[in-house]
């Protein structure tokens, strides 16, 4: 069966701070790959998806960057952390491109002060 | 851009109650519609609605599509409090549009 797994768990980071949140599939091949964000009392919204190693699209303009080095690894990150990125993000992927669903991971819950 | 709205934003019941919550959306091309719940983690599926599978049941949980007007509803029947949660729709496509939410607490 297939896993996401995301680390860490919980970050507390000083603005101006690099940030790299690092994102794992177990038990699929080619998935497509998602990073979301959700502010305090919000909805989800996409940040970037990937259908494949090196293919990396922007969904919104921001301080964050994606990549994908691996079939099955996603990587957020940022050279320098703004207030503003504090949030809960989400990472999910999604498999046969016949099945719509899309499954996430437990979260990265960011705090920055 | 496609867009989805859900309704209410809120909402408190008691043990046993029923809920209906609201989604509307405005799409360019509608593939499939998504119902996630959410506790205090990363939101789990619960049902897809397509154009050929416009109605859902799981348990005391179902969902029914309306593509005339846009719409989906999803239904908890005999709430418990372990259905407090957020609940979330979205349109799927490439990739998922989320409405806001709805907050469902249910009180003892």
């Known amino acids: 069966s297939q896993t996401i797994h995301q680390w860490p768990a919980t970050l507390v980071q000083p603005v101006g701070s690099p940030l790299s949140l690092e994102c794992t599939v177990e038990?699929?091949?080619?998935?497509?790959l998602y990073w979301y964000r959700q502010a305090a009392g919000r909805g989800l919204q996409l940040l970037f998806y990937s259908v494949g190693i090196g293919q990396i699209s922007s969904e919104v303009p921001q301080n964050l960057s994606a990549s994908r080095p691996q079939d099955r690894q996603f990587i957020l990150s940022s050279k320098k952390l703004l207030l503003s990125d504090s949030g809960f993000y989400l990472c999910?992927?999604?498999?046969?491109?016949?099945?719509?669903?899309?499954?996430f991971g437990p979260g990265t819950r960011l705090t920055v002060t | 851009e496609d867009k989805v709205v859900q309704s209410p934003l809120s909402l408190v019941v008691h043990e046993g109650d029923t809920v209906t919550l609201n989604c509307s959306y405005e799409v360019t091309n509608f593939r499939s519609l998504l119902w996630y719940k959410q506790e205090k983690k990363a939101p789990t599926f619960l049902f897809m609605l397509?154009?050929?599978?416009i109605e859902k049941k799981s348990g005391r949980l179902s969902s029914i599509l309306d593509k005339k007007e846009l719409s989906s509803i999803l239904n908890i029947t005999a709430t418990q409090t372990g259905d407090s949660a957020i609940y979330l729709c979205?349109?799927?496509?490439?990739?998922?549009?989320f409405g806001a939410g709805t907050t469902v607490t249910v009180r003892a």
């Open positions: 397509t154009s050929s599978g």
């Open positions: 038990g699929t091949s080619n998935p497509n």
């Open positions: 979205a349109h799927n496509d490439y990739k998922l549009s």
């Open positions: 999910a992927w999604r498999g046969h491109p016949s099945s719509y669903e899309q499954y």
